[in-house]
């Protein structure tokens, strides 16, 4: 389908097409349709840019990931199709591993993504052959790699997970969620949340590695973070 650059909900609709794309093509699951259509409603609760709060929870993950021994990033279906390129430069970027988890886990979507990733650039993807389980989860979701999310200490998990992350974190692991709903167990369990779309984040954590900015991590309140961000949905709704 081809959108009209002039339709006022222009991005809106390129991204449905993409996620559209991505379930035609085996990388999405039929949830992750719905899952995105959730998002997006979040989305306009925050008015469809990147607040404040979201770039200081972005300038904080990244002090982590850049500072860590270990540092995984968390790729499923959905954002394997919507910013296959992005996720994979960021990795380069944080001198990160990507790593394949799915809730919907077949082998097939399993090697589909890795395709998408490669194709991307990516050259070692963990997770599509795991020898490791994440501890308190039962379902395929705790299959992981040993070298990459078992033994990470730090671990990025874009789009929300909420049981996968309270694992993780009873693993001793620092999580950084990226979630544009605030109340989800997701973005109160991690260590760090941001509260923004997906596609306008992370090529801005690209963008603020490269720049070589000094970041500050003191005094950094997730809590405080998740406050703004429901203030800000507040305000939105008053509007109208």
Known sequence: MEIPKSHPRYVSLLLRERIIEGWKEGIVADAGLLAHGRGEAFD???GEITQ?????????ALHHMLNAKNSVIS?????CALCAGDIVKLARATNSKLEINLF?????????????????????????NP??????????????????M???????????????????????KFVIALDLNPLSRTARSADVTIVDNLVRAVPKMVEIVKSGEKLEIE???????LGAAKKKIWEVLSEH
């Open 219 to 225: 005094g950094y309140d997730n809590g405080a973070i």
């Open 150 to 172: 078992y033994t990470a200490d730090v671990v990025f998990v874009p789009l929300e997970d909420g049981d996968r992350v309270e694992a993780l974190k009873k693993m001793g």
């Open 131 to 148: 020898d490791a389980r994440i501890p308190g989860l039962e379902h395929l979701r705790a299959l992981c790699s040993r070298d990459g």
């Open 75 to 79: 790729v499923n279906g959905n954002v």
């Open 44 to 46: 306009y609760l925050i």
């Open 104 to 128: 919907y886990r077949t082998e097939a979507r399993v090697q589909k993504i890795a395709e998408k990733l490669r194709e991307a650039g990516a050259e070692k993807i963990f997770g599509v």
């Open 52 to 60: 404040p709060f979201a770039l200081h929870a972005m300038k904080v």
